[in-house]
């Protein structure tokens, strides 16, 4: 090579970036690495992909080859063959429109919706702040007063007998605090449980009767027998769920306890219930519970339901809470010890924090069962969903039709059921401390 050779074979500066091979990023990456990586797991997706072909392609088009406007199924199927020739089958989603407000609120009356509503409203309220720990504290004495507020909007009826509950529980409180310098913790703690319910059995009644004469103040009361639809399938799965948590939380430490009489009083009730069908307690609770009742006493059948979901509930959230508790490494209880901790300050502040925190796949899991198994209310004859349901398709206009109004009703409980599976996801990343 001469010296005037103007070729030059060193780079003088650096080359720039280039971006990454296709087969090597995005969508085709990931098709690569989780659907064909292997010549099994190739023939296994299309197999999978073909199935799913096969079902979409015979769903979809009875899903948006369907009917809004109907008076009835046969009115259905006569526009749908106009719509879309003769032969072709597809969903009737005017029974949906038709009885959408049923199918939520029952036979509540009409004009009374933004009771219900306003309740729902409220819910999402009262929930935040123990959803989100990022929200003021001060909310939670609206969390605290809203199954009162709840309860009077739905039913109606004087505001003096919620009024007098919550002076029941307040009195319970009282009495747990200020008695176990003359009693013990031990008889303060049966104190706070009898105080209430001596109240409420012999004076709420005549207090409340006598506050109504002198202040009318009230909702028009609306009977049981109208609730029904999503709106009694959500006030019993909600109220089931927030109620079985610290009852749950109490058996499984009862369970645990070295008191003989606590400890046999708690396994006695958890095996008790959770050797017996839901299905069982509901029939006790609507037939035979009046009968150990005094006569004329008159206890409304969905808050005797309630009652027994809750304990049934909170039998299974027990032996969620105690797996959680076994768990725990002995040196933790060691550690509460340590630093001095009595035993209620080091369940609180150490023990039951971790607990519950290993325990939230199996919670979140029992509350997701709990809020499925309120369609068993309408085997008692109560109208969630299901039973109406049953009652829609027994008229002669919409005859004959399932398949729309099980969808509609497992795709709302889908979503309240999902909703809370992805609730349990972020609580468990949030709560990661592993990392």
């Given at each position: 090579?001469?010296?005037?050779?103007?070729?030059?074979?060193?780079?003088?500066?650096?080359?720039?970036?280039?971006?990454?091979?296709?087969?090597?990023?995005?969508?085709?990456?990931?098709?690569?690495?989780?659907?064909?990586?292997?010549?099994?797991?190739?023939?296994?997706?299309?197999?999978?992909?073909?199935?799913?072909?096969?079902?979409?392609?015979?769903?979809?088009?009875?899903?948006?080859?369907?009917?809004?406007?109907?008076?009835?199924?046969?009115?259905?199927?006569?526009?749908?063959?106009?719509?879309?020739?003769?032969?072709?089958?597809?969903?009737?989603?005017?029974?949906?429109?038709?009885?959408?407000?049923?199918?939520?609120?029952?036979?509540?009356?009409?004009?009374?919706?933004?009771?219900?509503?306003?309740?729902?409203?409220?819910?999402?309220?009262?929930?935040?702040?123990?959803?989100?720990?990022?929200?003021?504290?001060?909310?939670?004495?609206?969390?605290?007063?809203?199954?009162?507020?709840?309860?009077?909007l739905l039913w109606g009826g004087s505001v003096w007998l919620p009024f007098m509950i919550i002076t029941g529980f307040v009195l319970g409180y009282v009495a747990f605090t200020m008695l176990p310098h003359y009693i013990g913790t031990l008889g303060a703690t049966i104190a706070a449980f009898l105080v209430p319910v001596l109240f409420w059995?012999?004076?709420?009644?005549?207090?409340?009767?006598?506050?109504?004469?002198?202040?009318?103040?009230?909702?028009?009361?609306?009977?049981?027998?109208?609730?029904?639809?999503?709106?009694?399938?959500?006030?019993?799965?909600?109220?089931?769920?927030?109620?079985?948590?610290?009852?749950?939380?109490?058996?499984?430490?009862?369970?645990?306890?070295?008191?003989?009489?606590?400890?046999?009083?708690?396994?006695?009730?958890?095996?008790?219930?959770?050797?017996?069908?839901?299905?069982?307690?509901?029939?006790?609770?609507?037939?035979?519970?009046?009968?150990?009742?005094?006569?004329?006493?008159?206890?409304?059948?969905?808050?005797?339901?309630?009652?027994?979901?809750?304990?049934?509930?909170?039998?299974?959230?027990?032996?969620?809470?105690?797996?959680?508790?076994?768990?725990?490494?002995?040196?933790?209880?060691?550690?509460?010890?340590?630093?001095?901790?009595?035993?209620?300050?080091?369940?609180?502040?150490?023990?039951?924090?971790?607990?519950?925190?290993?325990?939230?796949?199996?919670?979140?899991?029992?509350?997701?069962?709990?809020?499925?198994?309120?369609?068993?209310?309408?085997?008692?004859?109560?109208?969630?969903?299901?039973?109406?349901?049953?009652?829609?398709?027994?008229?002669?206009?919409?005859?004959?039709?399932?398949?729309?109004?099980?969808?509609?009703?497992?795709?709302?409980?889908?979503?309240?059921?999902?909703?809370?599976?992805?609730?349990?996801?972020?609580?468990?990343?949030?709560?990661?401390?592993?990392?």
């Amino acid at each position: 090579m001469t010296n005037s050779s103007n070729a030059s074979y060193v780079r003088t500066e650096m080359l720039g970036e280039k971006p990454a091979p296709v087969g090597q990023t995005g969508i085709i990456r990931w098709f690569r690495e989780n659907l064909f990586s292997s010549i099994p797991n190739a023939i296994m997706s299309l197999v999978a992909l073909w199935m799913i072909y096969l079902v979409l392609s015979h769903v979809l088009p009875w899903i948006f080859q369907s009917s809004w406007n109907a008076n009835s199924l046969k009115e259905c199927r006569a526009a749908i063959k106009e719509a879309y020739g003769e032969g072709t089958h597809g969903a009737c989603w005017a029974v949906i429109r038709e009885r959408f407000l049923q199918l939520i609120y029952g036979f509540y009356p009409s004009e009374l919706y933004w009771r219900p509503n306003l309740a729902f409203i409220g819910m999402l309220v009262a929930l935040a702040p123990i959803l989100f720990n990022k929200l003021p504290r001060k909310m939670l004495g609206f969390t605290a007063l809203y199954p009162f507020l709840a309860f009077w909007l739905l039913w109606g009826g004087s505001v003096w007998l919620p009024f007098m509950i919550i002076t029941g529980f307040v009195l319970g409180y009282v009495a747990f605090t200020m008695l176990p310098h003359y009693i013990g913790t031990l008889g303060a703690t049966i104190a706070a449980f009898l105080v209430p319910v001596l109240f409420w059995l012999l004076l709420a009644g005549p207090f409340a009767s006598g506050m109504q004469s002198i202040a009318d103040v009230g909702l028009e009361p609306v009977e049981s027998a109208k609730f029904g639809g999503f709106m009694l399938s959500i006030l019993i799965g909600i109220t089931g769920i927030v109620m079985s948590l610290p009852i749950g939380i109490l058996l499984a430490l009862g369970r645990q306890s070295d008191l003989l009489i606590v400890k046999a009083i708690c396994v006695g009730f958890i095996e008790f219930i959770r050797g017996v069908p839901l299905i069982t307690l509901l029939f006790v609770a609507s037939t035979l519970l009046n009968y150990f009742m005094p006569p004329g006493t008159t206890f409304d059948i969905i808050l005797r339901v309630i009652i027994m979901v809750t304990l049934f509930a909170s039998a299974y959230m027990a032996e969620v809470i105690r797996g959680g508790l076994a768990a725990l490494p002995k040196g933790q209880y060691e550690g509460a010890d340590s630093l001095g901790l009595d035993f209620w300050q080091s369940t609180r502040l150490i023990i039951m924090p971790q607990a519950l925190k290993i325990s939230i796949p199996s919670i979140v899991s029992t509350f997701i069962g709990l809020f499925k198994d309120t369609v068993l209310v309408s085997i008692i004859g109560l109208l969630d969903p299901i039973g109406l349901s049953t009652n829609i398709r027994a008229d002669a206009a919409w005859n004959g039709i399932i398949w729309e109004l099980y969808g509609f009703i497992a795709l709302v409980f889908f979503i309240f059921c999902f909703s809370m599976s992805r609730y349990s996801m972020y609580l468990e990343r949030k709560l990661q401390t592993s990392h």
